[in-house]
């Protein structure tokens, strides 16, 4: 029932900037940690950068300093400001958030959850 889509993904020349971003809806009765991951073609997804719930964030070193990462709850929506892309960043960026979405008074239902993707590319 709960759906993460991305958006802002595109074709950018090298040094230019890109922002993603990625809504949560359904059933959502909280939104913890939430990231960005990345996969090229052929390689491993690499986790980019997280946020958690109480603001604490880190970054993949190749990308520290360039990318920045941040979220608004209340709209359930973490972002990704990518500037001075390379071409090595050329990868499909998927958001991915641990979300409960049901409790009782002995059990939470706490789950991750996964973006379809959304394609970056850096031409040189």
């Known amino acids: 029932q709960v759906q993460l889509v991305e958006s802002g993904g595109g074709l950018v020349q090298a040094g230019g900037s890109l922002r993603l971003s990625c809504a949560a809806s359904?059933?959502?009765?909280?939104?913890?940690?939430m990231r960005w991951y990345r996969q090229a073609p052929g390689n491993e997804r690499e986790l980019v950068a997280q946020i958690t719930s109480g603001g604490n964030i880190n970054y993949e070193d190749s990308v520290k300093g360039r990318f920045t990462i941040s979220r608004d709850n209340a709209k359930n929506t973490v972002y990704l400001q990518m500037n001075s892309l390379r071409p090595e960043d050329t990868a499909v960026y998927t958001c991915?958030?641990?979300?409960?979405?049901?409790?009782?008074?002995?059990?939470?239902?706490?789950?991750?959850?996964w973006g379809q993707g959304t394609q970056v590319t850096v031409s040189s």
């Open positions: 359904g059933r959502i009765y909280s939104i913890n940690s």
């Open positions: 991915n958030a641990d979300i409960t979405t049901g409790y009782s008074s002995t059990y939470q239902w706490t789950s991750a959850y």
